[in-house]
């Protein structure tokens, strides 16, 4: 059975409820009950935070033991090189998301820090990106 995590980082607690046009109406705790129900098969994992250093030891913590990890980086995507280099350290393949479509938004959230140390990215699909993610590590 694959063990899979999805990570969070800051102000994605807010889902459902932080500018929903941008980012929905469903909490992100509902779109995780359907992921299990989907996904019986897999081990799935959620944490979330809105400190870095947090992230760090997450990523630190589970990096060389699980078969994937689905990482929403929120503005450290954009700003945060100590993410960056903490999955680069890591042996565990990591896929960025994003709900929106960071192109089509401000242009500083253009600049990823994460995407040339991620095995894939996918955004703007909404919370399906997740989904797109974790059949990334299925297939």
Not at 20 to 40: A, M
Not at 97 to 122: A, C, D, M, W, Y
């Amino acid at each position: 059975m694959k063990k899979i995590i999805i990570i969070n980082g800051p102000n994605l607690n807010l889902l459902g409820i932080r500018e929903p046009s941008v980012y929905g109406n469903q909490t992100f705790e509902d779109y995780l009950k359907e992921l299990h129900r989907k996904y019986p098969d897999i081990e799935l994992y959620y944490f979330q935070s809105n400190y870095e250093g947090a992230l760090i030891d997450k990523l630190h913590q589970i990096g060389f033991e699980y078969d994937g990890i689905i990482l929403n980086a929120g503005a450290y995507t954009h700003t945060s090189i100590a993410v960056a280099d903490a999955v680069a350290a890591i042996t565990t393949p990591v896929v960025e998301v994003h709900i929106s479509n960071t192109f089509t938004r401000e242009t500083f959230r253009h600049q990823s820090f994460l995407s040339p140390v991620v095995k894939g990215v996918i955004g703007g699909f909404g919370l399906k990106s997740y989904e797109l993610a974790l059949q990334s590590f299925i297939d």
